[in-house]
DNA sequence: CTCTGCCTTAC
DNA sequence: CCAGGTAGGCAGAG
């Protein structure tokens, strides 16, 4: 169910995303960061430098260093720069979070968390116009900043793309509201590859269609978009280059799968390299499992060989099960079948459930029956 | 329709 | 020679 404002208009819905969050939370709890590139890594299992950046702050940003980048490129880039790195503290990072998300959610109609720095807010019941969301907004950003420490970016729009494009538009620190009459210019001038959902694949199929701002993309017929992209982002893509989305702001629904991957020591085909790995993966997905109640009937696993090509098989099994027995064995023997089928060396190996339904409820105990 | 495997996105 | 996690769509087979 969806809120209606009073006044029957148009909803007003927000966006807010914390500035270079990992890294802002490093500083947070280290004053000597102040003014130094901080860049926050993520180091794989192989030692060294291997692995890839995670967060940066804006100082590291100004020398090119960007999410994704191999640690050693950053490295580089920042030679000489009195940089720091540091590996991800995600527990530090959700205790952050949680305490921002505490002082938006009780400020919102209706509240999404969209990740551990991103959040959606409806606002349409609370805020009689713009310029109330307005002054909302700025009063959250300032409590943020006060009682947790930290800068956050907002945008104010009538559906969740706007409010989200717009809180993309100025950042960090930023501020933006485009109201609803303002709504398809807008979005209008903005490259296609700025649209939530597309790509760096869409944007090039895009291009090559001839297609590079919003604008371009209002002219295509829904035919058109449909053929080249499937009914759902051809549908997506017709509404989104309008300013068009319906898509309610509502608590994020229960997980539908749960997976971690590992990269192994070194490149391996054998088998018994493997299975050390392998196990610790189970029993961090049934960890996370049980610790949220769930079941699951569907077992996959996932391996990235060192080509960086990826292969995947999943089992579904007879019963919703949660045990750990049947996460790794039913994973040991997807793994068997997938080294008969393929002797190249892998890098990375993953498990994966899914097919998940709530231990509790009454909708799902009928299906587990 | 169900299941599998692959692809794309994005944080 | 570079992380990890999740979601969702789609195509093809059965």
Redesign the pocket.
């Known amino acids: 169910m969806s809120i209606s404002s009073s006044r029957g208009k148009s909803r007003i819905v927000m966006h807010v995303d914390l500035d270079y969050f990992y890294a802002q939370c490093e500083e947070l709890r280290r004053n000597d960061l102040k003014d130094r590139p901080v860049v926050v890594c ?1 180091y ?3 030692g060294g430098d ?3 950046v ?1 967060t940066c702050n804006y100082k590291a940003r100004a020398y090119g260093v960007k ?2 980048m ?1 640690i ?1 490129q950053a490295k580089r880039l920042l030679r000489e720069q009195d940089a720091v790195f540091l590996p991800v503290d995600e527990q530090y990072y959700t205790s952050v979070s949680d305490m921002v998300m505490a002082i938006l959610r009780a400020n919102a109609d209706a509240f999404e968390q ?5 959040a959606y807010m409806d606002v349409s019941m609370r805020c009689k116009d713009f310029d109330d969301a307005t002054r909302l907004a700025s009063r959250l950003k300032d409590e943020v900043r006060t009682s947790v420490g930290l800068t956050c970016s907002i945008g104010i729009g009538m559906n969740k793309l706007i409010a989200k494009m717009a809180s993309d538009y100025r950042k960090p620190d930023g501020l933006t509201v485009v109201r609803p009459e303002d709504a398809k210019d807008f979005i209008s001038r903005m490259s296609v590859g700025k ?9 090039a199929t895009l291009n090559s269609m001839g297609i590079y701002t919003v604008a371009d993309l209002a002219k295509v017929s829904i035919d058109t978009l449909i053929k080249e ?6 549908i997506y893509l017709y509404n989104a280059s309008r300013g068009i989305d319906e898509e309610p702001v509502k608590e994020s ?1 229960m ?9 192994l020591k070194r490149n391996t085909s054998a088998i018994e390299d493997m299975l050390d790995d392998l196990n610790t993966l189970s029993m ?1 997905v049934h960890k ?1 499992l049980v610790e949220q109640g769930l079941l699951f009937r ?1 077992v ?1 696993i996932m391996l990235v060989y ?2 960086l090509s ?7 099994l007879k019963h919703y099960s949660n045990s750990m027995d049947d996460i790794a064995r039913y994973a040991r023997v997807l793994l068997e079948e997938a080294l008969e089928e393929s002797s190249k060396p892998v890098r ?1 190996l ?1 498990v ?1 459930v899914s097919d998940l339904v709530s231990v509790k409820g009454q909708e799902t105990l009928q299906r587990f029956m």
């Not at 969209?114 to 991103?118: C, T, W, Y």
């Not at 649209?195 to 760096?200: A, E, H, N, R, S």
């Not at 997980?255 to 990269?263: C, D, F, L, V």
Request: hydrophobic fraction near 35%; aromatic fraction near 4%; charge should be positive.
């Open positions: 993520v794989s299992a192989r291997s692995g890839a995670s999410a994704g191999p050693v969209v990740s551990i720095d991103e649209l939530l959902w597309v790509g760096k694949k869409t944007e992209f499937g009914r759902k982002m051809g629904a997980a539908k799968q749960i997976s971690r991957i590992t990269t961090d996370s569907s996959g060192e080509d990826m292969r995947s098989r999943a089992r579904m990375r993953g994966k």
